[in-house]
Structures are given as C-alpha cells and as structure tokens.
Nanobody
Framework: QVQLVTSGGGLVQAGGSLTLSCAASGSIASANGMGWYRQAPGKQRELVANIDLGGLTNYKDSVKGRFTISRDNAKNTVYLQMNSLKPEDTAVYYC????????????????WGRGTQVTVSS
C-alpha cells in the first residue's frame, strides 16, 4: 500500500546541521498533515514539528529557530532541516503522515516511517 522511506540521519558534532527527508510512495490520493517525531533512549516519543497541507507549521519549543520543516506536495515528501544541533537532540527521528489512498480518497490513514538515528556529539 503505502511506504514511508526516511533518510538523512547520522552523526554530527554539536553546532552542526543535518537534513532529514521522508518520501511516501504507493497508491496515494493525497498526503495531508506531515510531521516529525523523535524518541530518545528511556523517553517517550515526542512531536518535533508538523506541517499541514497549506504549509502551516508547528514546532516544539526547544527546536524553534533551529529546525525547519517543509514539504513538497508533488513528491509527497517532508523534510526537516536541523541547524545548530545540540547533544539533547540525539534521538531516533520518525516521520508521520496522514494519507488518503486512491481506493479511499476521503479517508485519512496515519502512517509512520522507520526511524533514523540522529546522534549529536558534544
């Protein structure tokens, strides 16, 4: 049906930058809300940023001014540009999308991508 493929994680020094991307493929009619979550060891998964179909964004307070979420609707892809990274940003990052399938264009289904590790060294 639908697959979300995530890329862009890695190891970076504090102050560095990384860009994550997540592309959805399959029988997609439309991809509505998109977001990035993260989960650090021993902690619950938390919302980092999300973006709606119109481009309205929302960010976790601790990443405001450092992270930028964007989307390419033609490619059903969401991005997370992460600048000025801090050790506390270390986590597994997951993308999330609400997608309407071709077979059910008026019903949204929530999908998760496989996580990608982001490690920020001090």
């Amino acid at each position: 049906q639908v697959q979300l493929v995530t890329s862009g994680g890695g190891l970076v020094q504090a102050g560095g930058s990384l860009t994550l991307s997540c592309a959805a493929s399959g029988s997609i009619a439309s991809a509505n809300g998109m977001g990035w979550y993260r989960q650090a060891p021993g902690k619950q998964r938390e919302l980092v940023a999300n973006i709606d179909l119109g481009g309205l964004t929302n960010y976790k307070d601790s990443v405001k001014g450092r992270f930028t979420i964007s989307r390419d609707n033609a490619k059903n892809t969401v991005y997370l540009q992460m600048n000025s990274l801090k050790p506390e940003d270390t986590a597994v990052y997951y993308c999330n999308m609400n997608i309407a399938l071709m077979t059910q264009p008026f019903r949204l289904t929530n999908y998760w991508g496989r996580g990608t590790q982001v490690t920020v060294s001090s």
